[in-house]
């Protein structure tokens, strides 16, 4: 009798799932986070009706392409929709809200990446495009190339269908503002908000599919056709499966120095490192060592978010399948 209890038990023992085991008919784990710029974003320097408006604006970008993922769609379409939401609002530096260059003009950059493919697209420096994220993909999707700049850029768009907008379409009171402010010599006043303000999204699909997203207008001023991070694959944007997907906003310059987003994948792929640890050692460390400033979104397989940032704040949000929702400023 004993011996039948114990042979119950041991049997019992080897055929109970373990305790990390899904549930049966339990949906693998969906995740989403998007920012909307770094920089000097302090509870002083805003107001409460226009902190309410950031929400706001992080909040339906976040719950659209979370909206796409939950009804089985793939992280590629879920950062396209949450990035595409974030460039028609006026408040970020990415599409309708960007900021202007030296000579008055908005010229912007975007870049995508598909984790499963490696397949990436990107523009920079165009002028006439609402959605850059959508030209984007494009490039990824119908052309052979990974990277369009200029009035190239705007030719591919034609011929791909999309309509172009006239530049005013990019005129906003607040970034004319910022620019003139920024020609007087006064570029990194404290109260400015949204000097920064590249916009990206990068999500892991219910297949286990990573994508990454990022949509700017560049920097203030800037001036040469200067190009930054963004549309940069492997230092402003980057997805593996293998390892996570990457988008990242700040001073431009030293995230290419550093391939930021490329060199997280690579911590967590040759080094071991967790997601957490690796945007940690590269935003904290590496970045702000040489004097990077800025932060980065990233999910992994598993779903983990890091939201990671070296300066005041960063317009940030976070979703997932277990209940997870946060919006974050400061
Ligand atoms: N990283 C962007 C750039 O350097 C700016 C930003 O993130 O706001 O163009």
């Not at 219910?206 to 997203?213: F, S």
């Amino acid at each position: 009798m004993l011996r039948d209890t114990a042979f119950l038990l041991v049997v019992a023992i080897l055929l109970a799932p373990p305790e990390h085991a899904m549930a049966a008919g339990e949906a693998p784990m969906i995740s989403i986070a998007i920012h909307g710029g770094a920089g000097v974003i302090t509870r002083g320097s805003m107001t409460r009706d226009e902190e309410e408006a950031y929400r706001k604006d992080l909040g339906r970008a976040l719950d659209a392409g979370y909206d796409v993922l939950e009804s089985g769609g793939s992280s590629l379409d879920a950062v396209t929709a949450a990035v595409r939401i974030l460039e028609d609002s006026p408040l970020f530096n990415a599409g309708r809200g960007a900021v202007f260059s030296h000579e008055g003009i908005n010229e912007l950059d975007a870049s995508i990446m598909d984790g499963r493919t490696l397949e990436a697209g990107a523009v920079a420096g165009v002028t006439h495009i609402r959605n850059p994220i959508d030209l984007a993909r494009l490039v990824m999707e119908r052309s052979q190339h990974v990277l369009l700049a200029g009035e190239g850029a705007e030719e591919f768009a034609l011929e791909q269908g999309m309509e172009l907008v006239p530049q005013n379409y990019f005129f906003t009171e607040r970034r004319w503002q910022q620019l003139e402010k920024a020609r007087t010599g006064d570029r990194y006043s404290a109260a400015e908000i949204g000097y920064y303000g590249t916009v990206g999204a990068v999500a892991l699909d219910r297949q286990g599919n990573l994508a990454a997203a990022t949509s700017t207008g560049g920097m203030t001023n800037k001036r040469w056709g200067r190009i930054g991070d963004s549309p940069i694959i492997g230092a402003g944007t980057y997805a593996d499966n293998d390892s996570c997907a990457i988008s990242a906003t700040g001073s431009g310059e030293f995230f290419i120095r550093t391939v930021a987003a490329h060199e997280i994948s690579a911590l967590m792929k040759y080094r071991g490192l967790a997601l957490g640890e690796a945007a940690r050692e590269v935003v904290q460390g590496r970045l702000k060592r040489i004097g990077g400033d800025g932060g980065v979104i990233a999910v992994d397989r598993a779903g983990n978010v890091a939201l990671e940032f070296n300066t005041e704040g960063m317009f940030r949000g976070a979703r997932d399948s277990k209940g997870r929702r946060e919006i974050g400023i400061y």
